[in-house]
């Protein structure tokens, strides 16, 4: 296992509110801080593809350092895709530009599922591994490792793409439960093995991202998706020794049962209010968010307004500012600085004393 960076000027905020820890400051990343938004990467783009990027370890970690740098945010998250891990399982992808994963042959049958493997991450995407010990050198913040969860991957591999019904995906749910079963433990399989790559290589916590569950009704996340979870997190949870955040997109009725299925850290999305939220899971594990996106095109005092509005309701150690979903390409790296520099700035008594 890596030596992951912990130098006296190494910064642990994050780690500590990850661990419900007081903190000097509450800490600040940005899901989507590697991006379109920032004109060097742009730059880069013009260059490589981002699956291109992800395989040149020298460039991905270029790229993972510029918002740290930039922006002085207190993690960094690892450049990849979510579906970087699912070609080495045996299922072709591609990521078209502003449309997202392209599967040329979805996964629809027995035999599909029959075919999918759980390879060894070492021997398959070993720039992965070396762009990690590149950053665990580097950072002086902790770095993210990060994941798709087995129902956001299925979506995309069923549906041969990103979907607005999820036709194919239900129809397999409901029809098929039996190859449903099997399709999704290989996919835990899968991504308990890549998650276990990134920490052995110097991954300090880790994110899994449900873009796609809040979609379903709390009856079908029960029934389909629950048990999966829970076995990945329980898998991760006996053998890696880093915080994870589970995080989803219009989870708002499902945050009790994501709390169930596993997590540090609970990620919340822009449309819960996250005060509620916290108190819905009973301050049992830390929560991440949750400003809207959008607003970051909005006026300087309403956007400081709606800042100060979340941390004037923070009232206990164990909370994470973020967006509740991406940053978004039009977004100015200008105003991205004044939110860290704000949120950093912030001093509530509460959560710096516990």
Known sequence: MSTPHTTPDFNDTFLKACRMEPVDHIPVWFMRQAGRYQPEYRKIKQQYSLTEIVERPEVCTEVTLLPVRQLNVDAAILFADIMTPIGPMGIPNQILPNKGPHIPNPVRSVKDVESIRIPDFAESLPYVGETIRNLSRALKVPLIGFCGAPFTLASYIIEGGPSKSFHYTKTMMYREPEMWASLMKKLVAGMAAYLTYQVDNGAQALQIFDSWVGHLSRQDYDRYVFPYMSDLFGRLKKTLPVPVIHFGVHTGHLLERMQAAGGDVIGIDWKTSLPEAWKRLQYKVAVQGNL?????????????????ALLDRIDRPGFIFNLGHGVLPPTEVSTLQRVTEWVHAYRPADVMNG
Do not use: G, S
């Not at 809207?292 to 100060?308: H, S």
């Open 292 to 308: 809207d996106p959008t607003l970051l095109f909005a006026p300087e005092p309403l956007l400081k307004e709606r800042i100060y």
